[in-house]
């Protein structure tokens, strides 16, 4: 009967030991887990900051240098990293400027929907629009960038994005929502106003890459306006737009970090024509 006890107690005594080892082993492991998803968090973090900086670093590059003269080293350099960290996020130099134009795109679209979010008609959001490009051909190099690289890569298979294209899509949409809205005068030829708003809306970046100081580019940019509105609009309405740049309440916010998600739905260009004739 004792040895019996003495038996169901050492049972019992290994019993309750196995079980306060598997609750430390458990303990532990969960732990770890914690300690491991932290430091996958961080690695995932400081990967995507490289990738941010590698952006920016291809912008300025291709911005100074142009495409076909800027190279990897370069870029991994100004961007503080090493080569064989570039590789790991882009395969090639192609790959690099689509993620440029792709942040250009996301930058544009970005100062689009702001505009129109402070409450202005379309035309004034595109005259808004115009004055925001004039500053971010100065201060957001992946702007300049990507007209430089739509003008020096086209017809590049491994370059999807026009970034050229997709700002001409963006001023004629404001325009052809402008006229639905009736801001525009009435009559006339559609295609020829179109013609004319989108040359001035491209010609902005013609200018600024004399290397024009902003202040003038600016100035010019609102003397665009002043030449134009009176032509658009009904006869008096000009009164009523604002040519130079919005208040810095209503003003699109400037970011200087470089993102790496993107907004672009497709990271296309966009499936509809540009510029939509009289049969818009």
């Not at 952006?55 to 100004?78: C, D, K, P």
């Not at 064989?84 to 970005?110: I, M």
């Not at 949409?173 to 106003?193: M, N, T």
Request: with cysteine; aromatic share 6%.
């Amino acid at each position: 009967m004792t040895a019996a006890r003495d038996t169901d107690t050492r049972t019992h005594t290994r019993t309750d030991t196995d079980t306060g080892n598997a609750a430390g082993s458990g303990a532990r492991g969960r732990k770890r887990s914690r300690t491991t998803a932290r430091g996958g968090g961080a690695v995932q973090e400081r990967s995507e900051r490289t990738r941010r900086k590698l952006v920016h670093a291809g912008a300025e590059m291709f911005h100074r240098s142009g495409y076909a003269n800027a190279t990897l080293l370069e870029i991994a350099v100004f961007a503080g990293v090493t080569k064989g960290a570039l590789y790991f996020h882009f395969a090639s130099k192609e790959e690099l400027a689509e993620a440029v134009q792709l942040r250009g795109c996301e930058l544009l679209r970005d100062a689009v929907r702001e505009l129109r979010a402070s409450g202005g008609s379309p035309l004034q959001t595109l005259v808004d629009t115009t004055n925001w490009l004039a500053l971010s051909l100065r201060e957001e190099p992946a702007v300049p960038a990507s007209f430089r690289i739509t003008k020096e890569c086209a017809g590049l298979p491994a370059l999807s994005t026009d970034f050229h294209r997709i700002w001409l899509a963006e001023v004629c949409g404001l325009l052809r929502e402008a006229r639905d809205a009736g801001e525009l005068r009435a009559g006339g030829s559609w295609e020829g106003v179109e013609s004319l708003v989108a040359a001035a809306a491209c010609g902005i970046e013609t200018l600024a890459a004399t290397g024009m100081p902003y202040a003038e580019l600016q100035r010019r940019v609102s003397g665009l306006w002043s030449l134009l509105l009176p032509i658009l609009v009904p006869e008096g309405a000009e009164r009523h737009f604002r040519v130079g740049r919005p208040e810095p309440d209503t003003a699109p916010r400037r970011v200087g970090d470089v993102r790496g998600d993107v907004l672009d739905e497709s990271g296309h260009r966009p499936s509809r024509p540009v510029f939509s004739g009289s049969s818009a």
